[in-house]
């Protein structure tokens, strides 16, 4: 957790009444990279009062939480931006040596390593939202469908987009990845489930034990994907067989967006709402195939929290912020660095280029597509 040069606050909150604690702790971390509180035991201020801490109701539950005061300012980068029609999802390098991004408007996108866009829609008698997108096996990319007809599609590198429908019609798909079985994976979060579509369009339904969202190949060819409704990251084989459900400890219980390593970890966007009342603890999570998790609170600042992750060129995990409309970046041992310099759009999913290609490609929310140089 690198936190020189922030300063903290240490907020209380009684679970009983549900109201905050007016008087709070001031701590600070300044040339160091460690927090102290007063020098008070905590225990004897949680159980009593203690000079500058708090009066507390026997009998009442409270939680406590570090709020930043202020951060470290971010470093600015070299980001090229280009203006896309609609809004852009998710995005994967293709196998055509362009990047491919799912929108919201009934589209697949398609932009080239100098900027060009092509957008590819889907036939009329389509309602249809692109949300997770990959790049397959047989030379096309596929993506799913999160609207109205719940449907995985593919689109040819000449634009023409086939369309696959689920059993079920109320199911919402969600992201999609290649496996190592020459299929396509992919999330049903509404439905527990985890779907297998062969590259003919053939698919089969696996059951999970909660609501599963991001989808990756680990590093020992099993299929990894987030339960943020249950705080875990559950484990399943090519067969369709959820054999481990790892809960996540510390502070990120709410896993997102999850990518393989290249340190043979499976690394995760995680967040943590606090005591109902909105304040999130934004961090990356690094979870071994044992399942034990170590996180890396980017920004303890009310209202973050960490959105795509994916592993770059350069060995390191970058991920984005996009409700401050950062870019981050984190070493495999969770150095953690954040860049600005984009022009007020939110950056949400993220993917390296192509092979050769040194940039990270992003999408952004309000309309457009970003690289940043590495």
């Known amino acids: 957790m690198n936190i020189s040069n922030i300063q ?14 007016p008087q709070n702790f001031e701590l600070g971390a300044l040339s160091g990279h460690s927090v102290s509180f007063p020098g008070e035991d905590l225990r004897h201020c949680i159980f009593g009062r203690c000079s500058g801490g708090y009066n507390l109701v026997a009998g009442h539950v409270y939680w ?7 951060v470290p300012p971010s ?3 070299a980001i090229s931006e280009f203006p896309a029609p ?22 697949v996108g398609r932009i080239t390593l100098a900027g060009a866009v092509s957008q590819f829609p889907f036939p009329p008698s389509s309602c249809y939202d692109a949300s997770g997108i990959t790049s397959g096996p047989d030379g096309n990319v596929w993506f799913t469908d ?6 995985i599609g593919k689109v040819t590198p000449a634009g023409k987009v086939t369309e696959y429908p689920l059993s079920n019609a109320l199911v919402v798909p969600t992201d999609i990845v290649s496996g190592p079985d020459g299929n396509l994976w992919f999330t049903e979060g509404n439905a527990n489930k985890i779907g297998r579509i062969t590259t003919s369009g053939s698919i089969t339904e696996f059951p999970t034990p909660s609501e599963p969202g991001s989808i990756v190949v680990g590093p020992d060819h099993a299929f990894w994907f987030t339960e ?34 290249p340190d043979g970890n499976l690394w995760f966007a995680g967040y943590e709402t606090c005591c109902g009342f ?24 009310p209202f973050h929290a960490a959105s795509g992750i994916a592993v770059g060129p350069d060995g390191n995990l970058w991920f984005t912020e996009l409700d401050i409309g950062v870019i981050g970046r984190i070493t495999t041992t969770g150095s953690v ?4 310099g984009l022009s007020g759009k939110l950056p949400n999913q993220i993917t390296a280029g192509p092979s050769g290609d040194p940039h990270m490609w992003f999408t952004e929310a309000s309309g457009g597509i970003g690289e940043i140089h590495i």
């Open 8 to 21: 903290f606050e240490l907020a209380a909150f009684d679970g009983t009444t549900f109201g905050p604690i």
């Open 86 to 107: 609609s809004e852009p999802v998710d995005i994967t390098a293709g196998p055509d040596g362009a990047l491919w991004f799912s929108e919201d408007d009934f589209m």
């Open 278 to 301: 909105g304040y999130n603890l934004e961090g990356i999570g690094k979870m071994t195939t044992a399942g034990v998790v170590t996180d890396y609170i980017i920004s303890p600042l």
């Open 146 to 151: 999160s609207n109205c007809r719940s449907m």
């Open 75 to 77: 470093i600015p980068a």
């Open 228 to 261: 943020g409704l249950t705080h875990t990251i559950g484990r399943m084989t090519t067969a369709g067989v959820v054999t481990n459900e790892y809960p996540i400890p510390g502070s990120l219980h709410g896993p997102d967006e999850i990518a393989k390593g």
């Open 337 to 340: 660095t954040e860049f600005s």
């Open 64 to 70: 406590w939480e570090l709020i930043a005061l202020s």
